[in-house]
């Protein structure tokens, strides 16, 4: 093999990779900015209560496989809506709290 064809062996390696990649690359960082954008304009109330719902559903499916006990579930179930319940009545307090954008007439 001449050192000219493993020039080349080498160069369409690296281009076949980098085609490859590509994707994996653009799209790793394109979702670690829509997620951290999210993350910012969400309070951390809302962050809890997210938290809180995504254990309940993890609770019931963990439930549904028999993973848990039903006396476990019972008690991790209703300690969780609790919180959950606390969280949305100070997220409606918090939104209740803030004023209104006055509203703009537009004349024609």
Known sequence: MSIGSFILALAFIVAVGMIIAWPLITNTKEEK?????????????QQQYDAIVMSLRD????????????????????????????LLRELDEQRASIPAAPQQSSKA
């Open 59 to 86: 609770l019931d499916f963990d439930f549904q496989t028999g993973k848990l006990l039903d006396a476990d579930y019972q008690l991790q179930r209703e300690r969780l809506v609790q919180l959950g319940a606390d």
């Open 33 to 45: 900015i829509t997620i951290d954008s999210g993350a910012k304009r969400l309070s951390p109330l």
